[in-house]
């Protein structure tokens, strides 16, 4: 009997002592994986490593739990956009959050979606080498940075929209995809190099215009602005950005973990300071990730540090009746959000987090009930690594 023939009868024996036939088993449950070894020594670095990548796909193959179920979830979702076709357009623009909820979320779904679809794609291929997965996340890379020109903050009374704090938290996805991919062949040259023109001429204009902001905006615009340096492979402007994530922690909150310009938001305060929190943590992984430096456990010389605030957030988040910023009832925590930035911080924190979240895996992150909201933590039961220690750039 050749090789071939003896693993067909070695799954067909456990097929049958599971009850099922070749034919009713997903491929997906009796196909080891490998991951493609990046040949650049700078990617990926921006949300996740080869290293990380490596121990998940060992996981997986050992199917290990809650690994190999969020992968599988991965699949399913990379899968669902196979026939998704690009919503680049030459000017991005939204309306203001807040003049019309549902004409905002209309002008940003098509990016939202095109951005989560990359990410996904890239991961997926990153994780398992199907070029299909790495081609899907290239035509989105390409589409929007070949379609797209300006991305327009101000409408015609040249009031602020939130257009480009919109474009930090969604494009970042791109970013992460092109992470993904900078490293491996199958990404053509002269496709990089357009990307790269595109984020340096589009993305980091717009991005760094508020960088400076002392609320959400800023955090947002900082992360992506550093994730802009981190693919231009701009290292010493990247390096800049981490010290104004030091700067940020000490200066927008209070020494009890608060985020006075999020908890002025009264009801929504909660919320509002998930989503500062998570550009914050987002570039703490990217800082951790390339430069050294461990923001996650950082202490300001006045006593700050991301993890107050992260603990501030699960408290009240947990005993909403206490809120101090607005009379509210308690509620069940959500499984979307803030359980993505959770689940993320586990590994950094000791599983601190893991009684929010374990009900909730596999956490997918970045989704509001069916619809894609934001790029924040994505895939984070997926790509958990306990016991990470902080890199460093080649020869930075």
Same mark, same amino acid.
């Given at each position: 009997?050749?090789?071939?023939?003896?693993?067909?009868?070695?799954?067909?024996?456990?097929?049958?002592?599971?009850?099922?036939?070749?034919?009713?088993?997903?491929?997906?449950?009796?196909?080891?994986?490998?991951?493609?070894?990046?040949?650049?020594?700078?990617?990926?670095?921006?949300?996740?490593?080869?290293?990380?990548?490596?121990?998940?796909?060992?996981?997986?193959?050992?199917?290990?739990?809650?690994?190999?179920?969020?992968?599988?979830?991965?699949?399913?979702?990379?899968?669902?956009?196979?026939?998704?076709?690009?919503?680049?357009?030459?000017?991005?623009?939204?309306?203001?959050?807040?003049?019309?909820?549902?004409?905002?979320?209309?002008?940003?779904?098509?990016?939202?979606?095109?951005?989560?679809?990359?990410?996904?794609?890239?991961?997926?291929?990153?994780?398992?080498?199907?070029?299909?997965?790495?081609?899907?996340?290239?035509?989105?890379?390409?589409? +929007?940075? #070949?379609?797209?020109?300006?991305?327009?903050?101000?409408?015609?009374?040249?009031? *602020?929209?939130? @257009? !480009?704090? %919109?474009?930090?938290?969604?494009?970042?996805?791109?970013?992460?995809?092109?992470?993904?991919?900078?490293?491996?062949?199958?990404?053509?040259?002269?496709?990089?190099?357009?990307?790269?023109?595109?984020?340096?001429?589009?993305?980091?204009?717009?991005?760094?215009?508020?960088?400076?902001?002392?609320?959400?905006?800023?955090?947002?615009?900082?992360?992506?602005?550093?994730?802009?340096?981190?693919?231009?492979?701009?290292?010493?402007?990247?390096?800049?950005?981490?010290?104004?994530?030091?700067?940020?922690?000490?200066?927008?909150?209070?020494?009890?973990?608060?985020?006075?310009?999020?908890?002025?938001?009264?009801?929504?305060?909660? +919320?509002? #300071?998930?989503?500062?929190?998570?550009?914050?943590?987002?570039?703490?992984?990217? *800082?951790?990730? @390339? !430069?050294? %430096?461990?923001?996650?456990?950082?202490?300001?010389?006045?006593?700050?540090?991301?993890?107050?605030?992260?603990?501030?957030?699960?408290?009240?988040?947990?005993?909403?009746?206490?809120?101090?910023?607005?009379?509210?009832?308690?509620?069940?925590?959500?499984?979307?959000?803030?359980?993505?930035?959770?689940?993320?911080?586990?590994?950094?924190?000791?599983?601190?987090?893991?009684?929010?979240?374990?009900?909730?895996?596999?956490?997918?992150?970045?989704?509001?009930?069916?619809?894609?909201?934001?790029?924040?933590?994505?895939?984070?039961?997926?790509?958990?690594?306990?016991?990470?220690?902080?890199?460093?750039?080649?020869?930075?």
């Amino acid at each position: 009997m050749n090789i071939r023939k003896s693993i067909s009868f070695i799954i067909l024996l456990v097929c049958i002592s599971c009850g099922k036939t070749i034919s009713e088993v997903d491929p997906v449950e009796i196909k080891q994986i490998a991951a493609p070894q990046s040949t650049h020594p700078d990617f990926p670095r921006l949300l996740y490593t080869q290293d990380q990548i490596n121990f998940v796909v060992d996981q997986i193959n050992r199917r290990s739990s809650p690994w190999y179920p969020a992968y599988t979830k991965l699949i399913s979702i990379a899968d669902s956009y196979a026939n998704r076709e690009h919503t680049a357009t030459a000017d991005f623009h939204t309306p203001p959050f807040y003049d019309d909820k549902d004409e905002n979320i209309n002008a940003k779904n098509g990016l939202a979606s095109d951005s989560h679809a990359a990410h996904a794609n890239a991961l997926a291929y990153a994780l398992n080498g199907d070029e299909k997965y790495a081609r899907k996340a290239i035509y989105f890379l390409n589409a +929007w940075s #070949t379609i797209n020109r300006t991305i327009t903050e101000n409408d015609v009374n040249g009031e *602020a929209t939130g @257009t !480009v704090l %919109t474009a930090s938290g969604l494009m970042s996805g791109f970013l992460i995809a092109a992470d993904l991919l900078s490293g491996q062949n199958i990404w053509p040259n002269e496709d990089q190099i357009k990307f790269r023109a595109y984020v340096q001429n589009i993305l980091l204009p717009a991005v760094s215009s508020i960088k400076g902001k002392s609320n959400n905006w800023g955090d947002w615009g900082t992360y992506a602005t550093a994730a802009s340096y981190h693919i231009l492979g701009k290292k010493a402007e990247l390096k800049n950005e981490t010290e104004r994530m030091k700067v940020r922690i000490d200066k927008y909150q209070n020494e009890d973990g608060s985020m006075p310009q999020e908890t002025r938001r009264e009801g929504n305060g909660i +919320w509002y #300071t998930y989503f500062a929190l998570t550009p914050m943590t987002l570039g703490a992984q990217l *800082a951790f990730n @390339t !430069v050294g %430096t461990d923001l996650f456990h950082y202490e300001s010389p006045n006593g700050k540090k991301i993890e107050k605030a992260l603990n501030y957030l699960e408290y009240y988040e947990n005993h909403k009746s206490e809120w101090p910023w607005y009379q509210m009832k308690d509620s069940a925590p959500d499984k979307d959000a803030p359980s993505d930035l959770f689940e993320a911080m586990n590994d950094f924190y000791n599983n601190r987090y893991d009684a929010f979240v374990k009900s909730f895996r596999p956490v997918l992150g970045g989704y509001k009930g069916t619809r894609v909201s934001h790029t924040g933590w994505s895939f984070p039961t997926l790509m958990k690594m306990p016991n990470r220690k902080p890199s460093q750039y080649p020869d930075l």
